[in-house]
């Protein structure tokens, strides 16, 4: 769908409001349309529902599912942008008045940041002990049995009690992911790179959201499912800054009055970037490569300041898991836990200059083998979508998964006779099977353990630990297990099952590579596991600097930075050739209106007026309550920012003089207090509102249904110059594409006003104006996206 210079104004597929933005952003009005793909049929255009979203869905909804060519209507954008009204400059006058409450502020958001680290490494040690003791509990029982009944004819027990746990388990977390909160499922990374981007993701931050996942991690990775909890702890260390930074929490309805001036989405934003920085400090002990990870997948707005305050808050994350699970190993203060995933020391394990064509071609290998999973797990992801709608296909493709887990495991363990000497180090839980006394089945050792202790054996264990049979079925089990995991109704973390899979195919590469030049002088084929697992993440995630530093730092070693740092961009841009990386899969699935890093190309050419929305809704400077009141309780025109203007005969295509800009929610906060007059206010300080009045009420803002406002009161008026931002950004109509783009990208704008030469409003640009223009094919081309209505 590429755009040509023969593009013209159409009226859009889109029902055409009167009004600027709706409640959820979507811009109605006359467009610019595209000939779009014959595959996106004319009924895709109408509302739709996510698996994102509570409510159930039809199966005539769940039919227009799974392209991704459309955005949801039902996203709105959050207000990054402050609003710089009379109350704000009066506050500002006041503190910059007294040189110990700035002190205060920034004071408090170093303790907020403490507090983040602190309370997220506590989540994180309480997850990585829960697990530690279920799955030991597990493992340990069906251990029992299977020693025991090996020779006998019971060999069903064993196995169907293992069948049982695990099915058991996994049940859990399903049921609460699906009956209680089902934002939970999956890693949250995606959820929260939409939230950072200035998307508002219903329940992505609530205190419901954080035990679903923490509870619903633990159950999962004890039932053995391939996935792993560092998603999910970014996720939650997300959550904890979210709700830690604000004082209270909405959902107890508690308030302890404390950080009311961080109360608003341009604060909150800066702390869950912090917070989702410490979720990957915690679980990878990588205080650099969470501010990293946290700059180049999550954050969209950045500056100096907020680095070191995330960097603060991820060494205080990684310091105090450090600790905690010193104790829980009963070695206190030995700080030889900084992560949940320990992949064991690399020292004495060196690479040959002549090796990095061999890493790159195993780059090449990732980045293919990492495309593929894409593509496989786009089509289950666009199956479950259509046709698994209903909460009950969620639980019961979950109890499945499990099954088939354990299923597989127990067969591979079973046919599978790779038998090793027990070595000097403790093996934890070894299997003997048919193995002879002193010997233990090195597929169990794979099969019949937690994802980070088989990555640690990979990474770890002789060269002749595992035979080329054993690596090659685990390698594809594990592939193909990943692949239909990720996507449940569960909490599912992406990276280990990733670095497993990888490490598994990276060893075998080793192995051969040694076979085939006996002579060589080459790595042990544990680095080549290390190559092969950055090589399938690369491939996978498509990210690169943050992950050569995570992986780094989890390593110890700064000697592999040159490899990791060769073998992650060529595993990019090999799998670049053929999609995307899979967690901008499932945005794009998910229709968010997310905005890339720079404006597509190709756009130069467009100009304001053909992208902006028209007739806008405006209120005048001194405006009636009543008309107020019709405007936010018109069901077609539940717009979240109204320009204001000074009274003016509108002729159609233009709507009076730009004079500021108010948002929904500060007219229900007016509305709310009452604060107007039988006769025109003429001064901030004459209604008594307070900046506080409107952060208390943030973020559940009251509905206009709930206001008791009589017939007499609705004949007031309200001046709405001292609650209006007074310089709001605004752009000419002659603007380009690129040049609106690139301001709200970097200021956070929810609504951009549109001007003529004399200042007149002629039209209103808001965020999925811009999202619908997107690269096509491989950056040769330009598309435009319909949008649901």
């Known amino acids: 769908m590429a755009l040509n210079e023969k593009t013209h104004l159409l009226e859009s597929g889109r029902t055409t409001y009167n009004g600027s933005s709706s409640q959820s952003d979507v811009g109605y009005g006359n467009s610019l349309q595209v000939e779009h ?83 997220t490494a506590c989540i994180a040690a309480f997850i990585d002990v829960m697990i530690d003791k279920l799955a030991g509990a597990k493992y340990a029982l069906v251990s029992k049995y299977i020693d025991h009944d090996l020779e006998s004819t019971s060999i069903l027990i064993p196995f169907l009690l293992w069948l049982a746990v695990d099915v058991g388990f996994v049940s859990i977390a399903a049921i609460l992911v699906t009956f209680v909160e ?105 205080p650099v490569g969470g501010v990293l990870f946290s700059l180049e997948e999550g954050a969209s707005f950045w500056n100096q300041s907020l680095t070191w305050r995330i960097f603060f808050a991820s060494m205080v994350s990684t310091f105090t898991l450090n600790v905690l699970l010193s104790y829980y190993h009963n070695d206190p203060w030995s700080l030889s836990s900084p992560g949940l995933v320990n992949f064991g020391q690399f020292e004495g394990k060196d690479y040959y200059g002549y090796e990095i064509p061999i890493f790159i071609a195993m780059a090449v290998i990732g980045g293919l083998l990492g495309a593929l999973f894409n593509t496989v797990n786009y089509r289950l992801s666009v199956f479950r979508i259509k046709y698994l709608y209903k909460r009950w296909m969620h639980l019961v493709e979950a109890m499945l998964v499990a099954s088939v887990t354990a299923t597989l495991a127990f067969l591979a363990i079973y046919n599978i006779q790779d038998c090793r000497s027990l070595p000097q180090e403790e093996v ?43 690596l090659l079925v685990f390698f594809i089990v594990y592939f193909l297990l990943s692949c239909w995991t990720y996507g449940l109704n569960i909490p599912s973390g992406l990276f280990i099952p990733c670095i497993l899979t990888g490490a598994a195919w990276g060893r075998l590469f080793g ?160 509305l709310k207090h009452k604060a107007y007059s039988t006769f025109p206010l003429s001064d901030a300080s004459d209604h008594k509102l ?22 007499l009161e609705q004949q007031s008026s309200v001046d709405l110059r001292p609650f209006m931002n007074q310089a709001p950004y605004s752009v000419s109509e002659d603007a380009s594409l690129p040049r609106i783009f690139r301001l709200f990208r970097a200021v956070g704008l929810r609504h951009l006003v549109v001007v003529n030469d004399c200042n007149e409003v002629v039209g209103i640009v808001t965020r999925k104006d811009l999202a619908r223009f997107r690269v096509s094919g491989h950056g040769v081309g330009l598309e435009q996206l319909f949008i649901s209505t």
């Open 37 to 119: 793909n014959e595959n996106v049929a004319a009924n895709d255009v109408r509302m739709r529902r996510t698996t994102w979203d509570r409510s159930p869905k039809s199966p005539e909804e769940v039919q227009q599912m799974g392209t991704m060519k459309l955005l949801s209507s039902k996203f709105e954008s959050l207000d990054y942008d402050i609003v710089e009204n009379s109350l704000y400059f009066k506050e500002q006058k006041q503190v910059g008045s007294k040189t110990s409450m700035i002190r205060r502020i920034q004071t408090a958001r170093w303790f907020v940041m403490l507090l983040i680290g602190v309370i």
């Open 182 to 286: 089902p934002v939970a499922a999956g890693s949250g990374i995606p959820q929260i790179k939409c939230y950072l981007n200035g998307v508002k993701i219903p329940h992505v931050v609530r205190i419901k959201t954080l035990f679903t996942k923490v509870i619903g991690v633990i159950f999962g990775m004890s039932g053995g499912l391939a996935i792993g909890k560092e998603g999910p702890m970014i996720h939650s260390g997300a959550v904890v800054a979210a709700g830690i930074s604000q004082g209270r929490s909405t959902s107890f309805k508690f308030d302890c009055k404390l950080f009311q001036y961080f109360r608003s989405d341009h604060e909150k934003r800066d702390f869950v970037s912090g917070g989702a920085a410490a979720g990957v400090s915690a679980a990878f002990g990588a």
């Open 428 to 470: 934890k839980y070894p299997l003997q099977m048919f193995c002879a006394d002193g010997e233990y089945s090195a597929t169990a050792s794979l099969f019949f353990s937690t994802p980070e202790a088989s990555i640690k054996n990979l990474f770890h264990d002789p060269p002749d630990a595992y035979s080329v049979k054993t």
């Open 511 to 670: 192995i051969l590579i040694n076979t085939v030049l006996p002579d060589a002088q080459l790595s042990d084929p544990g680095k080549y596991a290390l190559i092969g697992a950055a090589a399938h993440l690369g491939g996978v995630l498509r990210m690169t600097i943050s992950l050569t530093v995570i992986l780094i730092e989890a390593t110890g070693n700064i000697t592999y930075g040159l490899p990791l740092m060769l073998v992650l961009v060529f595993a990019k841009w090999i799998g670049d050739i053929f999609n995307e990386g899979l967690y901008d899969i499932h945005i794009q699935l998910q229709s968010v209106p997310i905005l890339p890093w720079e404006p597509p190309q190709l756009t130069a050419n467009i100009h304001a007026r053909e992208v902006m929305n028209q007739p806008v809704v405006t209120l005048n400077t001194i405006e009636n309550v009543g008309r107020i009141i019709d405007v936010l309780s018109c069901k077609e025109s539940k717009h979240n920012g109204f320009p204001v203007v000074d009274p003016h005969d509108q002729n159609g295509s233009t709507f009076g003089t730009f004079r500021g800009l108010i948002l929904r929610d500060q007219l229900l906060i007016i």
């Open 690 to 711: 307070r900046t506080k009045d409107f952060q208390n009420s943030y973020p559940r803002f009251p509905d206009i249904s709930t206001l008791n406002i009589t017939h």
